[in-house]
């Protein structure tokens, strides 16, 4: 079945620095690939998403780049400021499991500091 | 209205206990889902219900049972758990008739089983 890693576990900037954090899955057939933040006792929000048929999508700070070759893809927040310290997840949706399950990745928690 | 929403909030249960956890949707979702998330890991799929019928069961112990009663309610019944399944319950849904689909998540219900 897919597997998601991602990387780093922990992420330490200075407000104001970028922040990469990167996944790899091992499913060729994966087709949708969200981005969640979970802050401290909530739920999961989406912040972005990508299709397998799209290379690269931006919203505002944040982005996500998709290597479909090399099976990996990450999000980028530019700007960062203190309230986006959260607990971010990203996930993968096997085709062959159809649309509904997503497989999360083990998550990384970014910390901004002021 | 892009809201999930769960109660209880927090649930402390023992183990000879029933309680039920509640999840309601009005975004006209028709597929529903439970995941569980222990502490510092990410969600993992339980239950997908789609058109109000059982879809995927992950493997799911039966001291966890999950009830569709219509479009816009999922609940899951709870009785004679264990300590281990001590963790944060998120309800998400989505629609089920497109190939890509966000999942919005709601906040969760914290149980602790004593």
Known sequence: GENVEQHPSTLSVQEGDSAVIKCTYSDSASNYFPWYKQELGKGPQLIIDIRSNVGEKKDQRIAVTLNKTAKHFSLHITETQPEDSAVYFCAARPMNTGFQKLVFGTGTRLLVSP | ?114
């Open chain 2, 1 to 114: 209205d892009t809201e999930v929403t769960q109660t209880p909030k927090h649930l402390v249960m023992g183990m000879t206990n029933k309680k039920s956890l509640k999840c309601e949707q009005h975004m006209g979702h028709r597929a529903m889902y439970w995941y569980k998330q222990k502490a510092k890991k990410p969600p993992e799929l339980m239950f997908v219900y789609s058109y109000e019928k059982l879809s995927i069961n992950e493997s799911v112990p039966s001291r966890f049972s999950p009830e569709c009663p219509n479009s816009s309610l999922l609940n899951l019944h709870l009785h004679a758990l264990q300590p281990e399944d001590s963790a944060l319950y998120l309800c998400a849904s989505s629609q089920a008739d497109r190939g890509y689909t966000e999942a919005f998540f709601g906040q969760g219900t914290r149980l602790t089983v004593v």
